[in-house]
């Protein structure tokens, strides 16, 4: 089991920067995949920024050169910078991360919201 908490949500005018943080526990030796996904109101889940275990990313094309996801090992912590906020980028936060037995553990989500 893995549990995962996000943090850093919020409030934010157009423009402006924000660091989503989630901290990761239990059995996190397993983990193979990190993520975060968002999801707008009346709008499916979709993937924001993806993290392998060899440090590669992905991003997808709305948000690329704009949000960075990083990865502090020692600590179990996923991050994800998000700079030049849009209003379209609110939306609810999740973490997201799959086990070696390919197992899918979720936050509970963080609120973020740009608007001026």
């Known amino acids: 089991q893995v549990q995962l908490v996000e943090s850093g949500g919020g409030l934010v005018q157009p423009g402006r920067s924000l660091r989503l943080s989630c901290a990761a526990s239990?059995?996190?030796?397993?983990?193979?995949?990190m993520g975060w996904y968002r999801q707008a109101p009346e709008k499916q889940r979709e993937l924001v920024a993806i993290?392998?275990?060899?440090?590669?990313?992905h991003y997808p094309d709305s948000v690329k050169g704009r949000f960075t996801i990083s990865r502090d090992n020692s600590n179990n912590i996923l991050y994800l910078e998000m700079n030049r906020l849009k209003p379209e980028d609110t939306a609810v936060y999740y973490c997201?991360?799959?086990?070696?037995?390919?197992?899918?553990?979720w936050g509970q989500g963080t609120q973020v919201t740009v608007s001026s």
């Open positions: 993290m392998d275990t060899g440090g590669s990313t």
């Open positions: 239990g059995s996190t030796f397993s983990i193979s995949t």
């Open positions: 997201g991360v799959m086990t070696s037995d390919s197992s899918i553990y």
